[in-house]
């Protein structure tokens, strides 16, 4: 997680994208109140994109965090609030199931003040 970290800060898609297996899917949840992809994202190429666009934001903090007992990424402003919190199925191999959360009322619980 620490090396996707890195690499979507530094917005690196090639380096974000031989992260990710070749069949994987990230689902995004924006509650309909901040833009997310409706539509589950499929495969390495368009997921590494969605990282790069959801988690390279200049001005914002991404740290490797657990989530829900999975590993996982939080990106927070400047201000401790949470803009994104990820969630990843991983082994072995590259990661193959990513959960984006963008909806601000699901994030509550991951701002630091």
Avoid: F, Q, Y
Avoid at 39 to 45: H, Y
Avoid at 48 to 60: D, E, F, Q
Avoid at 66 to 93: E, I, Q
């Amino acid at each position: 997680m620490r090396r996707l970290a890195d690499a979507c800060a530094a917005g690196d898609l090639g380096a974000v994208e031989p992260l990710l297996a070749a069949d994987v899917v990230a689902v995004c949840d924006g509650g309909g109140l901040v833009p997310a992809a409706a539509d589950p994202v499929c495969g390495s190429g368009d997921v590494a994109l969605l990282l790069i666009g959801v988690l390279g934001r200049p001005g914002t903090d991404l740290s490797v965090e657990s989530v829900n007992g999975l590993p996982g990424l939080v990106l927070r402003r400047t201000d401790g609030t949470a803009v994104a919190v990820v969630a990843a199925r991983c082994g072995a191999a590259p990661l193959s199931t990513l959960w984006i959360v963008l909806n601000p009322a699901k994030l509550n619980g991951w701002h630091r003040r």
